[in-house]
DNA sequence: AAAGTGGATATATCTAGGCAAAAGGGAAGG
DNA sequence: CCTTCCCTTTTGCCTAGATATATCCACTTT
């Protein structure tokens, strides 16, 4: 009679499926489930977490646990290294330092790093390339004055978004996806037309309250982002 | 001295952090971390568990826990009710039905549906508006063999998505994002220049490895999809 | 040297019980 | 009728102990 968490998740995840607990509905409280299953509560609590965790269904305490109305109200995706993704579709990666440049902040980005203006930042221009198409364009901003060491770092030979992911962890990340038209830079960088519907995202990072990078990633032109569940 | 998993969570990723446990770097085991801090095993194991769900960490039975060399994090995304999005910035939301005709499926649908030529589908286009501007178009495409129940229904007044969600229990559920130029029909009802660059989001379901609905949502010019993490 | 075996060990999971905290719902008072 | 306060319910979280399972590593066998 007694079962494990993953079982009695499946159970209740297929009896929700099978509309025996249609989306609004209450589900029975943790002893209830625990005394059908015979099993203990922490049990039904851990299968019962991992499905409000999934985003199946929503608990509030003295309110119970209800199934969620939308089928699915959360995505995950996974944010792979550049090269990963390449070399993930059976292409060659390839890296290109395009600039590198230590300039003024500009206006645009004294909000989204949270730096004041008149600072100094370092500007980088790289593009990635899979079997020697253009992959992803990448336009980034250090602040220098958190990240001193970039400054002597070379950028060369590996891109900055791997530099910076072995030589400063992060604990906060916006992200935001948008739709672009292609400038002229752009086209060229992405053998594309001028004005091509874009895909373009958007990275800040911070550390400790402080931002320390902002990047824009621009793909080739017809990239996609999927997901499933 | 006893203290909370979200504490110890904490503690550990702030240790990590910090590079007093370096990427690649194994950490205590489960008893050592439960003496060390006076809680129990089961704490240290919850704190443990959910960091290497965030990607933080991996575990592995007798190799120990150990921090992860490149953190492949990845990015939550909310697919709020377009309603409930439209609210959410003080808006108020209106909806309307474009067309609404059964038709033979198309080629290019065939395929992602899983059904085959010649069959027919219910396709549904609507709009839906953020005081009265454009807000998203809504293109939707429904297998009536397998959800007859929608050859009935009236789209009229309250949109496809939220009949559906009603309706269907629960899925499996494929969605991806990409950038595509407004053509002649969805500059007319976004109301930008034919050319824009638009954001899309396409999603198929499935229930029980059926295909029920395809959907392709525009977004008016200039939409951003935000996550924060 | 290569392959198979078994013990040691670290994580995975479960049980049973208890206290804490949030919040729905109703009672009491204005 | 409406607001405020309290009681009870339900999940959240913790302890302490035990079993299960995977797997590294050393040792043995072929």
């Known amino acids: 009679m007694a079962i494990g968490y993953k079982e009695l998740k499946a159970d209740i995840l297929q009896r929700i499926v099978q509309g025996y607990w249609p989306p609004g509905s209450l589900l029975p409280g943790e002893v209830e489930l625990a005394e059908q299953h015979g099993c203990a509560r922490a049990t039904v609590n851990r299968a019962m977490r991992e499905l409000a965790d999934d985003g199946i269904v929503e608990r509030r305490r003295k309110a119970g646990t209800r199934v969620r109305m939308a089928p699915m109200r959360q995505a995950r995706f996974d944010i792979p290294i550049i090269r990963k993704e390449v070399e993930a579709i059976g292409a060659t990666y390839r890296y290109a330092l395009l600039s590198r440049d230590e300039v003024n902040v500009p206006d645009w980005l004294c909000g989204r790093l949270g730096v004041s203006r ?12 899979a079997d020697h198409t253009p992959y992803q364009h990448e336009d980034r901003w250090i602040d220098i004055s958190v990240l001193p ?15 910076l992911v072995a030589a400063v962890p992060f604990s906060t990340v916006e992200m935001s996806f948008r739709s672009t038209a292609a400038d002229r830079v752009l086209a060229a960088h992405l053998d ?17 309250e402080q931002a320390i990078t902002f990047v824009r990633l621009t793909y080739r032109e017809g990239y996609r982002m999927t997901t499933r569940y």
């Open 192 to 208: 594309c037309a001028e004005g091509a519907p874009l895909f373009q995202a958007e990275r800040s990072t911070w550390w400790e």
């Open 149 to 163: 060491a970039a400054r002597t770092a070379d950028f060369s030979a590996v891109g900055p978004n791997e530099w």
């Open 118 to 129: 008149g600072e100094s930042v370092l500007h980088v221009e790289c593009m990635h390339y």
